[in-house]
């Protein structure tokens, strides 16, 4: 389970470098990921998962705005994996499973 920590949250530097958008959404995406701190970069799937509820739901060119954001302001490290797109979140490694 993803763990996040309020007061960087709040008032973090790397926050603080993100759109009001992304930093609404990011609680859900982070805690989206998978046990790992892994988040499969798939439009469909995560408006699947995490915005399935929601009457708005986000576009693909917001949502990967976002995660661009998530990128520049070193919150995400983005890879591809046999065609498809990941984003590990910078995670402290004791809250990663061994």
């Given at each position: ?11 973090g530097?790397?926050?603080?470098l ?5 930093r ?53 490290f983005?890879?591809?994996c ?6 590990q979140?910078?995670?402290?490694p ?5």
């Amino acid at each position: 389970m993803a763990v996040i920590d309020a007061e960087g949250l709040f008032a973090g530097n790397r926050m603080g470098l993100l759109t009001d958008g992304a930093r609404l959404h990011f609680p859900w995406l982070l805690v989206a990921s998978n046990g790992f701190g892994r988040l499969e970069i798939n439009h469909n799937g995560i408006v699947a998962r995490v915005y399935q509820a929601f009457r708005s739901k986000p576009t693909q060119v917001e949502l990967l705005g976002w995660v661009q954001e998530y990128h520049a302001a070193g919150l995400l490290f983005l890879y591809e994996c046999g065609g498809q797109y990941w984003g590990q979140w910078d995670t402290r490694p004791e809250l990663l499973p061994r």
